[in-house]
């Protein structure tokens, strides 16, 4: 068979982006990949490990194959028999795939949450009270001369963030690294750390002190402690003049500052910091989202519904109050009888309390690959991995929409989530017009 | 497609000067025809107003900094809920609706088509995806070029083919309408928290001057001959004395040929209709813009009119929305985008008691009364900035009846209503002038002949209205006349009823509308090869990944450029 060769494929992995890659292949298999980092590259290598091949079915406590025409009615029947069901995932799938799934949650009165709510959900509470003051990606590569990574390790987490878009990137106005500054905040010298012209190391849980002392610092206000938060305050009057003195200036924080101590408050004084720079020069702020399309399932989610993620159907009208309507609080309190989940795995990344319960409900299961969460369901209905074996829109972290172009075909009999989402839907709807 | 009769309504359509006679409308398959068959389907309008459906040439309801906005603003959703019914979805109001609602609640006012008027190119598949989700009604919308880079390199080097090639480039691959410039350079000042002070400011770096950018791409759209005219959102929005600003905006392009058209339509103008030095001292710049309309055909405008109600701001224009948010201290969004725009994204109220306010609700009336041709101001709230595009029929209200005003009038702050000229201004709108202001003379502005009007030939887009003209005098109950508006007894559209007494009861998809106009085929190689050589330099994306293939739309419809002349 003869081999093709696509160029400007968009990468499926992290939230960055990357629509550099050239992928050598043929109708069905991977033969080689350029231009992605290692995580982009080990993607491609090995889309067909771990898959799951056929629709499943829980018999007599057995997964057994079964057809997909039986594996959607088995999921119809489970979300239309729930009273609370919970819709999960999203994060890596299309947005178009999401959309499916919203109409699905309206259509059975329920609970739609996607990945945001355990990782950059606190990120999105700080911005309801402050705003925040943002730019793509293209515009820190152009213009930053001061880069801050807060509570992330990109080196690792968004590998190409540093050479595509800050301090190794060359931009219209900032050419080569000495052009730029790079900070690094963290409770550990990161490899990213190692990079740094400045590592503060702040205490395990000290970011919101630390946070608050730099607006202070910034303000030209004195502080009268010796540290803060484990970093001497001469470090911090140094770190608010370079802040204050640079021409651009852009933040960064991950997983380190929303899910420690403070979580949303932290995150709320990230943004006012970088709000209040800019009465007195050009600063941005870029929540490190993780998931491809994280920042896609947000988007949807918050033009259909009006809120961006933990959102309840079950009246009729969108619902949101995180704490009451996400997902992991949802199931801790044992109230959430049924879950469909997408492109996720919570049986593995949820608190140890929502898992015990989740485990004991009913699960459909639509996933390409064999996880903790599939083992668990009563349902597994396998997909497509989307901007390989199928195609779909995704935003990246900045918010720039890419279409992310299928390249080999699914393995036979697997379709991608959006064929399977609506497929569902009008399973549901046949039975609800029976009843 | 069945067909059917529109019965004995009185019919306003300024387009073909029809105004308020008895006359029966006939449809097929979605459009408006000669006549229809005995079986066709009779819809009794007796004792009611018939009109083309609404046009909206500028509301932002989609795209990136809509769903900001969104995001950011819970509060502004959680009390207006609106619930799933057998017809529609779910969704939320109230200031920046989800999409859904936007549709229904368009639709329930009898407006058909709405343009979203600022699309960062970038970010103009999050725009479509919205516009592909929004019920109902026709779209399009206006990608922004007053700071792009390419833009502003083709107007340094004084190549204007090119510059329409690449204009041209921009609109197929954005699927987008029509040029939209917002505060022309200054967003390139932003990118270092700058802002230009006017039209002869230079941009940092780019060596080019606001009324170059404007010039150029005035001369580009009469080359292309884009149905649309140049929309523009002037430099030095919000800020006291900005009213000359606007007038010379005008002026610099008074010499460009049009082509059948007005050459550039200037947009809410009440943020950019200032007199005086400082807040304290702001006034009304109406009377000298309005005298400028009057006097010259060259220009269009809208007026963004002001309601005291919650607001949310949202504009490309980033400078301006942080010197607002000093002044607010609400919560601010930001959102630059590469080598291209800006946006931000403030939560305001306005209030009757404050004198500025009153100010901007007096400026936006007066321009309304004063323009005299009610072919040159179109109504518009600038939705969401002014207030919610829900709330056109109050507006209505205020421009068909003085009394409605003056009830205004006597709450507002006393100072703004003593230096308004609003107090002595008699004018009351027609029905006719009403139908002209919201469908014919926005749909002829837009270059869609098929719309705004009930002629044969047209899109069975058609509202019907509660009022029975020889018995309602619009000055006297204007009350009836604002509920009437808000809840369209009919909305036709494509032929279909969608709307009954104000609720929905079927929701059709709409189309998308995009222009592809027409450049010398080497003129476009060279730019392309231009384009190939720098794009990896200037976008975080690459060249191929970049333009939104037409299959994206869920409901594409091309406009040709020759439509348009």
């Known amino acids: 068979m003869s081999k093709k060769i696509s160029e400007s494929v968009v990468c499926t992995f992290c939230a960055s982006g990357c629509d550099d890659l050239e992928i050598t292949h043929n109708r069905r298999t991977v033969d080689s990949a350029r231009n992605g980092c290692a995580i982009s590259l080990s993607r491609f290598a090995s889309i067909r490990e771990s898959r799951i091949l056929k629709p499943l079915i829980r018999t007599r406590g057995n997964l ?71 730019c793509t990606l293209g515009e820190v590569r152009h213009s930053a001369d001061l880069i801050i990574y807060w509570g992330c390790n990109p080196i690792h987490s968004h590998p190409h963030h540093t050479t595509r878009f800050t301090v190794f990137s060359k931009g219209r106005f900032r050419k080569t690294r000495k052009d730029r500054k790079l900070v690094v905040v963290d409770v550990r010298r990161t490899d990213t750390a190692k990079l740094a012209d400045k590592f503060i190391q702040v205490q395990p849980n000290g970011d919101y002190e630390l946070l608050t002392a730099l607006r202070t610092a910034i303000r030209g206000e004195e502080i009268e402690q010796d ?101 992991i609080d949802a199931i801790a309190r044992g109230e959430v009888d049924a879950a469909l989940v997408v492109a996720s795995d919570p049986v593995s990344h949820f608190p140890g309390a929502a898992v015990k319960h989740l485990v004991e409900i009913p699960i459909v299961t639509v996933e390409p690959k064999w996880t903790p969460t599939s083992e668990a369901s009563e349902v597994v209905i396998p997909s497509a991995i989307l901007g390989i074996e199928a195609s779909g829109t995704i935003y990246r972290i900045d918010g720039v929409p890419l279409e992310a172009r299928k390249v080999v075909d699914p393995p036979a009999g697997v379709r991608p989530d959006v064929e399977i989402l609506d497929a569902i839907i009008n399973r549901v709807k046949k039975l609800g017009a029976r009843r | 497609m069945a067909e059917f009769l529109i019965r004995n309504g009185y019919v306003f359509d300024p387009l073909n000067g029809i105004e308020g006679e008895k006359l029966d409308i006939s449809v097929r398959d979605g459009w408006i025809v000669e006549k229809v068959s005995r079986t066709a389907r009779v819809l009794d309008a007796s004792g009611k107003v018939v009109m083309p459906g609404g046009v909206d040439i500028h509301s932002h309801i989609a795209g990136s900094k809509a769903n900001c906005a969104r995001m950011m603003r819970p509060e502004d959703h959680s009390k207006d809920p609106e619930p799933k019914t057998r017809y529609a979805r779910s969704g939320v109001g109230h200031t920046i609706p989800s999409v859904f609602t936007t549709g229904y609640r368009y639709a329930r006012m009898g407006y058909t088509t709405v343009f979203e008027p600022a699309t960062p190119p970038l970010k103009t598949r999050h725009t479509h995806e919205e516009l592909n989700d929004i019920p109902i009604i026709d779209k399009g919308c206006f990608p922004l070029f007053g700071n792009n880079w390419f833009v502003m390199e083709y107007v340094r080097q004084g190549r204007i083919e090119e510059l329409a090639a690449y204009v041209a480039w921009m609109l197929e691959a954005t699927k987008g309408y029509a040029i939209k410039i917002v505060n022309p350079g200054g967003i390139e000042a932003w990118r270092w928290g700058g802002n230009v002070r006017g039209l002869d400011d230079r941009v940092p770096n780019f060596d080019v001057t606001p009324r170059e950018i404007v010039r150029a791409l005035c001369q580009v759209n009469s080359l292309l001959n884009l149905p649309h005219a140049v929309h523009i959102h002037p430099n030095c929005l919000a800020e006291p004395g900005n009213y000359q600003t606007t007038i010379d905006t005008m002026e610099s392009v008074r010499d460009i040929p049009i082509r059948g058209h007005p050459i550039m339509h200037v947009t809410h103008v009440q943020f950019t209709g200032r007199k005086g030095w400082s807040w304290p001292d702001v006034r009304s710049g109406a009377p000298e813009i309005a005298d400028y309309v009057n006097t010259h055909d060259h220009v269009t405008i809208d007026p963004g009119q002001l309601i005291f109600t919650n607001v949310t701001w949202m504009t490309a224009d980033g400078p301006a929305m942080f010197a607002l948010f000093k002044l607010t201290k609400t919560k601010w969004f930001n959102a630059d985008v590469e080598s291209e725009t800006g946006a931000g994204v403030v939560a305001a109220t306005y209030k009757k008691s404050n004198y500025v306010n009153a100010i901007q609700w007096g400026i936006a009336l007066e321009l309304a009364l004063l323009v005299k041709n009610p072919w040159k101001i179109f109504l518009t709230t600038d939705h969401p900035n002014g207030g919610p595009f829900t709330a056109y029929p109050r507006v209505i209200s205020w421009l068909v009846s003085k009394d409605a005003r003056k009830k205004l009038l006597d709450k507002i702050n006393k100072t703004a209503k003593r230096r308004l000229d609003l107090p002595g201004i008699d004018r009351e709108y027609t029905l006719y002038e009403i139908a002209t202001i919201t469908r014919a003379a926005t749909a002829k502005s837009l270059g869609l002949g098929f719309k705004g009007h009930l002629g044969v030939g047209a899109d069975a887009d058609i509202a019907i209205y509660d009022i029975d003209p020889p018995e309602v005098d619009p000055a006297k109950e204007y009350k009836a006349v604002r509920k009437a508006f808000a809840r369209a007894a009919f909305t036709i559209k494509d032929g279909r009823i969608v709307v009954k007494n104000g609720e929905v009861v079927r929701a059709v998809r709409g189309r998308t509308f995009w222009t592809r106009p027409q450049v010398p085929e080497e003129t476009m190689k060279t730019v392309i090869k231009q384009l190939e050589s720098k794009f990896d330099d200037y976008y975080t994306v690459r060249f191929a990944n970049y333009p939104i293939e037409e299959q994206y739309l869920s409901a594409s419809r091309v406009i040709a450029t020759s439509e348009g002349a």
């Open chain 1, 64 to 134: 057994r194959a079964t057809t997909f025409a039986k594996a959607i009615d088995r999921a119809a029947r489970v979300l239309n028999n729930s009273k609370y069901p919970l819709l999960y995932g999203w994060s890596q799938t299309s947005c178009e795939a999401i959309s499916k799934g919203i109409e699905l949650a309206e259509l059975v009165g329920g609970l739609i949450d996607n990945t945001t709510t355990s990782c950059h959900g606190p990120t999105i509470l700080g911005l309801q009270d402050v705003g925040e003051a943002t």
């Open chain 1, 227 to 327: 540290s803060i938060a484990g970093v001497p305050v001469d470090t911090i009057e140094e770190t608010a003049d370079m802040m204050v003195d640079c021409e651009f200036g852009a933040l960064f924080f991950g997983l380190g500052l929303t899910m420690t101590a403070g979580k949303h408050r932290n995150t709320e004084a990230a943004l006012a910091l970088v709000r209040d720079l800019n009465y007195v020069t050009k600063f941005v702020v870029i929540p490190m989202r993780g998931w491809f399309n994280v920042t896609g399932a947000n988007e949807v989610t918050t033009w259909q519904t009006g809120y961006p993620y933990a959102v309840d159907l079950t009246q009729g009208y969108p619902r949101f109050n995180p704490g009451d309507t996400s997902a």
